[in-house]
C-alpha cells in the first residue's frame, strides 16, 4: 500500500482497509472511527483519500444525525469496494498444521 502520492499515512490507510474487511465490507461510521483507532481528523483525510482512489464508497443521510462529531454526522456507512477488497492488506489468519483427526483410527 506505498504510493507516492498517498496523502494519508500508509498505517491509517491499512487500518481503516482492514477494519472494513475484517467486518464483512462495510461499517457504519461510528463503528469505523471505533475499530480503526483514529483520529477524527485522520479518519476523514483517510476515507476522504480512499474515496477519491474509488477503494471505498461513502453512503450519505439524507437526513443527518443529531448526535456524533459534526464531520460526520451526514455519513451514513463506508463500504469498501470490490476493487478496494482487492487492494487491501489480508488480515491474520491462523495458519493451517495438522490437526488431530476427529475420529482416531483403530488399530
Known amino acids: 500500500m506505498q504510493h507516492p502520492q498517498f ?13 472494513l474487511c475484517r467486518r464483512g465490507g462495510s461499517l457504519r461510521i461510528g463503528a469505523l472511527l471505533r475499530a480503526s483507532g483514529l483520529a477524527l481528523d485522520e479518519l476523514c483525510a483517510t476515507v476522504n483519500e480512499l474515496s477519491r482512489r474509488r477503494w471505498v464508497k461513502v453512503a450519505w443521510r439524507r437526513v443527518p444525525r443529531a448526535t456524533g462529531p459534526e464531520r460526520l454526522r451526514p455519513v451514513e456507512r ?28 483403530e488399530r
Open 7 to 19: 496523502n494519508s499515512a500508509p498505517y491509517a490507510l491499512a487500518a481503516v482497509m482492514t477494519a
Open 78 to 105: 463506508v463500504t469498501a469496494t470490490r476493487f478496494g477488497r482487492w487492494r487491501a492488506p489480508r488480515p491474520d489468519r491462523p495458519r493451517a498444521g495438522k490437526r488431530a483427526p476427529a475420529f482416531p483410527r
